[in-house]
């Protein structure tokens, strides 16, 4: 809920960025209101939209990232950091990475799985008909 929230806060004041850079320059990119010959006042308002901007993105960077000891291996359903004696060190699952998720598993759940549940969901088909269609 806070997430979508954000998200909407954020696209509501990147526009209004957008829409002040615009109304001030003539053109759609903030740095020309810190370029040209601007007034005063409007590069104060250009900043303080922009740092609200920033401000919102970094909170949904702190959101979308959770704290490695709260997270669950995927594989097991224990704690990530909790369980490394046991099932062994933290690892992030270079497939979800390169499409964006942060999976992060058990090395020897890992081993003795096989595979990473989360690719597996995502793309069950995963390699096996990437070339069929
Ligand atoms: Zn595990
Ligand atoms: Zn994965």
Redo the contacts with the bound molecule.
Sequence with gaps: MLKKQSIAGLIVWALIALGVTYLITGSLNPINVYQENVSLIAKIIMSVLLAYVILIIIGLLFMSAPGISEMICPICNKNLMSFVSVYGQPDT?P??RTHG?I?MYHRNCYKAAGQ?P??AEYDPMNDLHKNTF
Aim: charged residues 10%; hydrophobic residues 10%.
């Design positions: 699952c497939n979800c998720r999976t990473c989360v690719c």
